[in-house]
Nanobody, 123 residues
Framework: QVQLVESGGGLVQAGGSLTLSCAAP????????MAWFRQAPGKERELVAA????????DYLDSVKGRFTISRDNAKTTVWLQMNSLTLEDTAVYYC????????????????WGNGTLVTVSS
C-alpha cells in the first residue's frame, strides 16, 4: 500500500500561481508513473498531467499545456505540479495518483490515490 499526501492547494486569484506537492512518506516513487487528476464540482475526474517513471515522459491536458508543469525530484520522493496563469476553470480538487511500473493515461492505470487538495481560483 502506498500512501500519497498532497499539499499546496488553496485560494488564488485568476492569473496567479500555485504549486502542488505529492509525497509518499517513508518510500520513494522511483518505479511509479505519477499523475495529477482534478475533479471540479459536477464534473468527472480528468487527467491533468502525468510523468512516467524512468525517463520522465510528460503528458498534459490540452487546456493546461503551457501553463502547468509536472516534475519529480531526482530522488523520486516528490512530485510537483506547478500551475501558472490560473483561470476560474482550474478550480477543482486535485488528486495525486501513482501506478506501479506504468505510465498513467487514464484512471484505469492508477493503483493509488491521494485524498486530494482543493484549488480555488477567484476572479
Amino acid at each position: 500500500q502506498v500512501q500519497l499526501v498532497e499539499s499546496g492547494g488553496g485560494l488564488v486569484q485568476a492569473g496567479g500561481s500555485l504549486t502542488l506537492s505529492c509525497a509518499a512518506p517513508g518510500r520513494t516513487l522511483s518505479t511509479y508513473g505519477m499523475a495529477w487528476f482534478r475533479q471540479a464540482p459536477g464534473k468527472e475526474r480528468e487527467l491533468v498531467a502525468a510523468i512516467s517513471w524512468g525517463v520522465g515522459i510528460r503528458d498534459y491536458l490540452d487546456s493546461v499545456k503551457g501553463r502547468f508543469t509536472i516534475s519529480r525530484d531526482n530522488a523520486k520522493t516528490t512530485v510537483w505540479l506547478q500551475m501558472n496563469s490560473l483561470t476560474l476553470e482550474d478550480t477543482a480538487v486535485y488528486y495525486c495518483a501513482a501506478a506501479q511500473g506504468r505510465r498513467i493515461a487514464s484512471m484505469r492505470e492508477v493503483d493509488y490515490w491521494g485524498n486530494g487538495t482543493l484549488v480555488t481560483v477567484s476572479s
